[in-house]
T-cell receptor, first 112, second 114 residues
Framework: QQQVKQSPQSLIVQKGGISIINCAYE??????FPWYQQFPGKGPALLIA?????SEKKEGRFTISFNKSAKQFSLHIMDSQPGDSATYFC???????????FGTGTRLKVLA | KAGVTQTPRYLIKTRGQQVTLSCSPI?????VSWYQQTPGQGLQFLFEYFSETQRNKGNFPGRFSGRQFSNSRSEMNVSTLELGDSALYLC?????????????FGEGSWLTVV
């Protein structure tokens, strides 16, 4: 019930294309869903986050789509660039805690 | 504004030894949490501290412990190191436990146990 399932494990996209990463959760008590981007040798950096009262959130080229009934959320990277090549993690947490449950990560490679 | 600072960045220890890792949160942040990152298990929650009190603990053996000081700085300790403890240990800080759930990570401490 505490798991967050992330797919795909790896993704190769052409420059300018759309990258889509999906996550699914089970615990309906989760109320915060962030996405983190991690480059090799660095710590994860917050990319964008959403709460379940919103179905979509957009920040620049990054969009989170949230489907509360399906208990799924996804990250869309529009106009993907080689600089977006990194590992992406989705996560979920419940109210009043910083115990994040992370997905297993998606290694994205954007070809120039 | 300085980010989360973790020291040391890299260290090598021998099996059976103990290690202490340090974390300085973002100025003004009062909550600190620790995560272990390995290729096989991904990012796993270790513990969370707020105002010097442990608020939450992950599913790790008692060899893993931590504490938070009055200035919000935190340390974690791993005793009797095992080869499987080799990992990137990440500290994250956040403002508090009420105003939001966003945590900001440091660059981590790379621990190799030989």
């Amino acid at each position: 019930q505490q798991q967050v399932k992330q797919s795909p494990q790896s993704l190769i996209v052409q420059k300018g294309g759309i990258s889509i990463i999906n996550c699914a959760y089970e615990n309906t008590a989760f109320d915060y869903f962030p996405w983190y981007q991690q480059f090799p040798g660095k710590g994860p950096a917050l990319l964008i986050a959403i709460r379940p009262d919103v179905s979509e959130k957009k920040e620049g080229r990054f969009t989170i789509s949230f489907n509360k009934s399906a208990k799924q959320f996804s990250l869309h990277i529009m106009d993907s660039q080689p600089g977006d090549s990194a590992t992406y993690f989705c996560a979920a947490s419940g109210p009043g805690t910083y115990k994040y449950i992370f997905g297993t990560g998606t290694r994205l490679k954007v070809l120039a | 504004k300085a980010g989360v600072t973790q020291t040391p960045r890299y260290l090598i220890k021998t099996r059976g030894q103990q290690v202490t890792l340090s974390c300085s949160p973002i100025s003004g942040h009062r909550s600190v949490s620790w995560y272990q990152q390995t290729p096989g298990q991904g990012l796993q929650f270790l513990f969370e501290y707020f105002s010097e009190t442990q608020r939450n603990k992950g599913n790790f053996p008692g060899r893993f412990s931590g504490r938070q000081f009055s200035n919000s700085r935190s340390e974690m300790n791993v005793s009797t190191l095992e080869l499987g403890d080799s990992a990137l240990y990440l500290c994250a800080s956040s403002l508090d436990r009420v105003s939001g759930n966003t945590i900001y990570f440091g660059e981590g401490s790379w621990l190799t146990v030989v």
